[in-house]
């Protein structure tokens, strides 16, 4: 298992329709990837516009190729991507 | 329950000493603290000198009052601090 952690800057108030997306994006999308195995996210509090998605894959392969370069990726991107401020900076960690 | 987010960069080459100091200074230092309720430690794939230690607190102020402006923190520090081959950058988190 590894993590994905994806460190997100949204446009300002756009917050609760965000949440609402990354859920959605999640259940309808993300979900159905091979090796998908759960999410987190996690919403700052001293950058208020601040998000770190945690998503568990069974592989890194299972993102960077199953999911990043198949079909589901432009679907989660539609869903979640019109609120991103910036680039997402995303990583991905063993468990030390 | 908020979550304490470290983003550190260490010296290369000194993951397992690095990994072993976290481990010690958790369990003989932090893990005392008013409120700490864990942690899990990731390893960067892509970035191999980066860690990001994840610590869950009670209340926001458990970590930055209680611990940061007690007397454990520089125990905590004294463990960890030399592998730090920046200032981490920490931030908190709230599960949205």
Known sequence: ????LADIRI??????????????GISTVAAKAN???GHTLHKGIES???Y??????SSLED???GFREGPLFPQWRAI???FFSQPPVVE???VA
């Open 11 to 24: 446009h300002a108030g756009q917050h609760a329709a965000f949440e609402a997306a990354v859920e959605l």
């Open 92 to 94: 991905h960690f063993n």
């Open 1 to 4: 298992m590894i993590l994905e």
């Open 52 to 57: 770190v998605l945690q998503i568990s894959w």
């Open 63 to 65: 993102h960077t190729v």
């Open 80 to 82: 979640v991507g019109p």
């Open 35 to 37: 090796g998908f195995l």
């Open 48 to 50: 208020t516009d601040r």
